[in-house]
């Protein structure tokens, strides 16, 4: 009888503890990413040029490229810049901005890369996305998993407050998007792709059932770890599939409507995701997780993140409009204004104020 398997996308190196930062060049020495030690490293001029003087001394061979921004006009030139050298890869050292411009500026010049992520804001750490600014607003390009992630709690820690919880928020918002996917699944027969609906939905439950908080490194530990297996559900699904469903089409309503006022990437999925669990009729795990969301202190109310009931509604209504082809719960009931207006009212009793 044959054995049937299948090769999962993932990376070589998952590296989640405190002090992970200080023995980088050893890790990539020991598994064979760079034993030479010539690496382009990209950094923000914030965490990550702080870092730089810390780290500087074990990395002799490395050349350090510093990124202005997360457009896509910052990612094209680190890769012309990062053309001259020889190198054995790129590292990422910054936010998300700094990890998804190293990752399309790998992808561009065939090098892998390895993410040292500075705060958990959201799951593109290890996701086989890199999104970013362009012309048109907003872009996602493909690109190839991070060959490492080295996660370090210490620093971690020090990250503004905002950046964990917009993690937790995205994390969280996995549930949902899992539950879009079996819809679509039930309705229109859309293939689900089991082992990363699993991995999502139990990296998604992992941080809704934790008892700890932001300041707790055994609940860092968890988050990291979860949005480092949501990033690797998307690759074995090969979209995006597992972590973005009603929630996130609501988060991109928010930015495309409110450019200048929308709240972080976290804070509206986790929003998003306790809103629509409500309106596919799962009140109990709504109510659930907006009491896990409150606690971490995120918003579940868009008056929270400073959005009127109005401006709220018009976003649930554009929200299908974001990512045209997908079906969730949104596109399944085609609520109208006044019907959404009157499930708002049922969800704001149902988590209290």
């Not at 012309?135 to 820690?157: E, H, K, M, Q, W």
């Amino acid at each position: 009888m044959p054995v049937l398997t299948r090769l999962i996308p993932s990376p070589v190196v998952v590296d989640i503890r405190p002090g992970a930062l200080d023995d980088l060049a050893g890790v990539l020495a020991d598994e064979r990413i760079s034993q030479s030690g010539r690496l382009a490293v990209a950094v923000s001029g914030g965490s990550g040029a702080k870092l730089r003087e810390r780290i500087a001394p074990s990395l002799p061979g490395a050349t350090w490229y510093e990124v202005g921004g997360g457009t896509l006009d910052d990612a094209i030139r680190l890769a012309g810049d990062m053309k001259a050298g020889h190198f054995d890869a790129v590292v990422g050292l910054g936010g998300g901005k700094i990890i998804d411009c190293a990752k399309f500026a790998a992808a561009r010049v065939g090098l892998p890369l390895v993410a040292v992520p500075t705060n958990l804001a959201h799951d593109g750490l290890c996701s086989p996305v890199a999104t970013l600014d362009n012309d048109a607003g907003r872009g996602s390009y493909g690109v190839p998993n991070p060959i490492a992630v080295l996660i370090d709690l210490d620093v971690i820690r020090e990250a503004p407050a905002r950046f964990v919880r917009s993690g937790i928020g995205d994390a969280i918002s996995n549930i949902n998007s899992v539950a879009d996917w079996e819809l679509s699944n039930r309705v229109n027969g859309e293939k689900i792709d089991g082992l990363a609906a699993a991995m999502a939905r139990q990296a998604g439950e992992a941080v809704l059932r934790h008892p700890g908080g932001i300041g707790d490194n055994d609940f860092l530990q968890v988050l990291a770890e979860a949005l480092v297996l949501t990033g690797i559900s998307m690759s074995i699904s090969g979209d995006s599939r597992p972590a973005s469903g009603s929630c996130h089409e609501i988060n991109h309503a928010f930015d495309l409507l409110f450019p200048k006022r929308a709240a972080s990437h976290g804070e509206q999925c986790g929003l998003g995701a306790a809103f629509a669990m409500y309106l596919r009729g799962a009140h109990e795990e709504s109510v659930y997780m907006a009491e896990v969301l409150r606690r971490h202190g995120l918003p579940v109310l868009p008056e929270e993140i400073g959005f009127t009931l109005d401006e709220f509604v018009r976003a649930v209504e554009f929200a299908p409009e974001t990512r045209p082809g997908r079906y969730t719960i949104l596109e399944h009931l085609d609520l109208k204004t006044n019907q959404i207006k009157d499930i708002y009212a049922d969800y704001v009793k149902a988590i209290g104020s």
